[in-house]
């Protein structure tokens, strides 16, 4: 029930602390953006948007509240393809995801009806996820790496996965060229994306809906720590065979 | 080090065993798809390959390896997209991915050189794992769940992630409509591909180069145990927006 202006890293800490768990050097914790998103005032209110007429015609070309689809707009760089009820975007972020992952669910408002608040994807998740790291690592004296994550739909298959939308502190990528296999053979597979498959991890422990767990604690991550941003998971728009 | 013929599951157990693993209701094993599909001696002899006209026109165009190709069109019902060296298709088996997921790393032959060897993918990933499952199950007595998975790379992000390729006794999709969240909104979020998350998640605990841990004994899969087939987590061509 994170709160605007709230303390994240502080929370975070308490929770460890009831938890009973004491932060180690390498360990890892996965924020849920909706609760970086809340505690950075990224809800916004519905009713005070006025739809440009690009979103109004887009809008009501795929059944969709044009206020929202302005926002959408305003949160991306382009639109890739629509369809009724969804919008695949390149994010200012520069992801590609549905509705520049503007959210309803798990959205409280400030007594107003709730249906007319949203929340936006932190500005700069990057940033969030260096700051909360700094405090969490001033507090516990380790070196930590911290991950925020949303779901996010593919192409090819269905269903969302976690996906890694915010990284401090450790690798988005790893590479393995040159380290050889059990036949010293020339790997097929050389670059994992492993912030990824972390936050894939995560999500299965956070669960989706009314669990409410929204800050998981990964202990024995099996890679090299290092600075990184998320960026490096991001495939070069020219180099993209299916944009 | 599986050859052809082992008995994969029996394997597993005296793993499990040597580990100090009882299994219980509700856990479920993920398999690597390379000791799946050697068990099943899928290993191809490069030599014995004739290419096609076809395959040698795209092999020459894309700089690889004409039998390789050959193979990788046997394998696959439709090319999507090629760049150099990569075959990005329609796996017979349904999934896109690269190169019909055919494989040189960790590949051994018989004393053949091995460079001239490659590994397929499993004939049927679900009727594996059900084998598997099958006998898992009657072995320890428990309700298992036995999935199978390979590194897929994906649209838009560099790297690859764990991805299920074939499923017995778990979900593929968990449907979360209705479920409500905590504010009791509709969900933004209704399908979660819970097979992919695990896959993932299990990819990190295997690694991929010469670690050798082909096989994660997974307990607390948090959702609900079910007969499913890999088929729910592809979605149908004409709903795929990035073909």
């Known amino acids: 029930m994170i709160q605007s202006g709230d303390d994240l890293p502080q929370i975070i800490l308490d929770s460890l602390d009831e ?38 015609e887009l809008a009501e070309k795929i059944q969709k509240d ?101 990284l401090s502190g450790l690798p988005g990528l790893v590479d393995l060229r040159g380290e050889g296999d059990l036949f010293g053979y020339t790997l097929r597979i050389t670059m994992i994306a492993a912030a990824d498959e972390l936050a894939a991890a995560a999500s299965l422990v956070m669960g989706q809906a009314a669990e409410g767990t929204p800050v998981v604690h990964v202990r024995g991550f099996p890679y090299h720590l290092r600075e990184a941003k998320l960026q490096e998971l991001l495939r070069p728009r020219e180099q993209d065979l299916f944009r």
């Open 66 to 166: 044009s206020r929202l689809v302005e926002l959408i707009l305003q949160e991306s760089r382009e639109v890739l393809r629509t369809r009724v009820g969804t919008i695949i975007v390149e994010h200012r972020l520069g992801f590609v995801c549905a509705n520049a992952g503007i959210d309803h669910s798990n959205v409280a408002g400030d007594g107003t009806l709730q249906e007319e608040w949203v929340l936006l994807l932190p500005e700069d998740p990057d940033a969030s996820a260096n700051r909360i790291r700094e405090q969490l690592e001033t507090v516990s004296g380790c070196r930590l790496g911290v991950m925020i994550i949303d779901s996010h739909g593919r192409a090819w298959r269905n269903g969302v996965v976690g996906t890694a939308i915010g």
């Open 19 to 56: 938890a009973g768990i004491t932060l180690e050097d390498g360990d890892i914790l996965v924020l849920a953006q909706k609760i970086v998103s809340k505690s950075e005032g990224r809800l916004v209110n519905l009713a005070k948007i006025v739809p440009s007429p690009r979103a109004c």
